[in-house]
């Protein structure tokens, strides 16, 4: 079974803070993924990467960037938390792009007060 | 306009119902097609992929108009357990990683 586990459930913090969201999937996929969900619109694409060190940026890549030193792990980063960045984050993994099926983790609940 | 568009429900059945959804693409190349469920609180994952030439799989079956750009999903005889949210999901081009997901269309079930 392919499992893609996130460093938390739920996050709070303040407004200007630095966040790291961490992302470990253990079946060796090549491509890794992280998404934002919020009522009404949907997941969207932040970052993708389909090998280590190599990223590209989706829908929404403004106040994020993304890190990924080891296969296995995908780290998401926002550089100085805003309010508008409260949100559910799901990441995700793929053995290759569509239409290989991806495989998402538990998600992260971040609140930026 | 969004790129993919479901109808946001709530649909609510009784037990045993046929139901249907339909999901709208605006992007005319796009070539994968897929069906995602998504449980209360939990993660989306994959339900189905929607052939051409539609495919089957138990209740559910899936169809793909590709000349008005639709892709439905029909429930037959719907169980308390398929009560989730259900997303359409549409991959630009063929070996693309860019997917892109409808805000999905929510589904209860009732006894």
């Known amino acids: 079974d392919v499992k893609v586990t996130q460093s938390s459930r739920y996050l709070v913090k303040r407004t200007g803070e630095k966040v790291f969201l961490e992302c470990v999937q253990d079946m060796d996929h090549e491509n890794m993924f992280w998404y934002r969900q919020d009522p009404g619109l949907g997941l969207r694409l932040i970052y993708f990467?389909?090998?280590?060190?190599?990223?590209e940026k989706g829908d929404i890549p403004e106040g994020y960037s993304v890190s990924r030193e080891k296969k296995e792990r995908f780290s998401l980063i926002l550089e100085s938390a805003s309010t508008n960045q409260t949100s559910m984050y799901l990441c995700?993994?793929?053995?290759?792009?569509?239409?290989?099926?991806?495989?998402f983790g538990p998600g992260t609940r971040l609140t930026v007060t | 306009r969004k790129e993919v568009e479901q109808d946001p429900g709530p649909f609510n059945v009784p037990e045993g119902a046929t139901v249907a959804f339909n999901c709208t693409y605006s992007n005319s190349a796009s070539q994968s097609f897929f069906w995602y469920r998504q449980d209360c609180r939990k993660e989306p994952k994959l339900l189905m992929s929607?052939?051409?030439s539609g495919n089957e799989d138990g209740r559910f079956t899936a169809q793909l108009n590709r000349a008005s750009q639709y892709i439905s999903l029909l429930i037959r005889d719907s169980k308390l357990s398929d009560s989730a949210t259900y997303l359409c999901v549409v991959a630009r081009r063929y070996n693309n990683n860019d997917m892109r997901f409808g805000a999905g269309t929510r589904l209860t079930v009732k006894p």
């Open positions: 990467s389909y090998d280590v060190k190599m990223k």
């Open positions: 929607v052939y051409s």
């Open positions: 995700a993994s793929s053995l290759g792009p569509a239409p290989y099926e991806q495989y």
